[in-house]
């Protein structure tokens, strides 16, 4: 599990440090998980403790939105007076979401070759 953290550290500061050294106008974050998808390809698969420890992490992952919901509360006067971009935001991101989920489903299914079960 130690290993699994620390790798995903690391790609996360990689990415922050090419952003900070490029002056690239995207997250070091985004960039981290790029890099660690470029990593898993070449290796040719996910190490198992790496798998476990997503796992649980993404099982957990509502956890990680508590700051954010709170830090949303905290200012909920300006999202009363600002609604309809905060409304706006919200369909057309959760509309972007579901097509490339889509969109990269029916990518896999073609690439592995195997058809929903």
Known sequence: MLYAITTLFLCQLAGELLVQWLGLPIPGPLIGMLLLFIVLLVRGGVPEALNETSGHLLRNLMLLFIPA?????LHFERVGREWLPFLAAGIVGAAFTMAVT????????????KDAE
């Open 69 to 73: 919901v709170t830090g949303v509360m």
């Open 102 to 113: 889509a969109l990269t489903l029916r990518w896999m299914i073609r690439i592995t070759g």
